[in-house]
């Protein structure tokens, strides 16, 4: 059983990142952002097209969780580009995130993995935390390499914007690993 350490809501900054709670002065970047089916599409729970009630739904379920997950947006000079989160936090642990496709390709995903992974092991006592990727998704399996996590093997996922059960390659980085990987 997970234990978390008191805080307050996260509010997490790098050198050019926000990673905070949505609002709902978040719902039309994050429709914008996460509507795009080469986005919606690497991941498991979102369906494509992504409507604002998906959003407003997103939200409420959000304060509903009970602290059962974590999920924060990413942001960049106060705009949503993206997400990251725990979800099962004192099961599963999983950890996941997106960015909206213009955002690709310019390390926003390893930056903000790194604070948010740090983060989580600060918070939380886990030793392993778990994710992964569709198997047709590379640049996030090498977004994982640097971020420390290591392949366990692989398994099927169903993607709600396919519409249909994917391969998934699936990762852990344990608390050893990420510490060893430290400055």
């Not at 914008?32 to 369906?47: F, K, T, W």
């Not at 995130?97 to 992974?117: D, I, V």
């Amino acid at each position: 059983m997970l234990q978390a350490t008191a805080f307050a809501e996260p509010h997490i900054e790098t050198s050019r990142l926000v990673l905070r709670p949505a609002s709902s002065d978040d719902i039309d970047a994050l429709v914008e952002e996460i509507s795009d089916i080469a986005v919606a599409g690497m991941l498991a729970r979102v369906p494509c097209p992504y409507r604002r009630r998906d959003a407003e739904a997103f939200l409420d379920s959000v304060a509903a969780c009970g602290g059962r997950d974590l999920p924060l947006t990413i942001a960049l000079d106060d705009r949503l580009i993206g997400g990251i989160g725990l979800s099962d936090i004192r099961r599963d642990c999983e950890f996941g995130y997106w960015l909206g496709q213009a955002h690709w390709g310019r390390g926003y995903a390893t930056e903000a993995g790194r604070a948010f992974l740090a983060f989580a092991f600060d918070t939380y006592d886990t030793d392993a935390i778990k994710s992964g990727v569709f198997f047709d998704n590379p640049a996030s399996l090498k977004v994982q390499g640097k971020l420390g996590f290591e392949q366990t093997g692989t398994s099927m996922r169903h993607s709600l914007a396919r519409g249909r059960t994917v391969e998934h390659i699936d990762t852990v980085l344990t608390r050893a690993r990420f510490e060893s990987l430290q400055p």
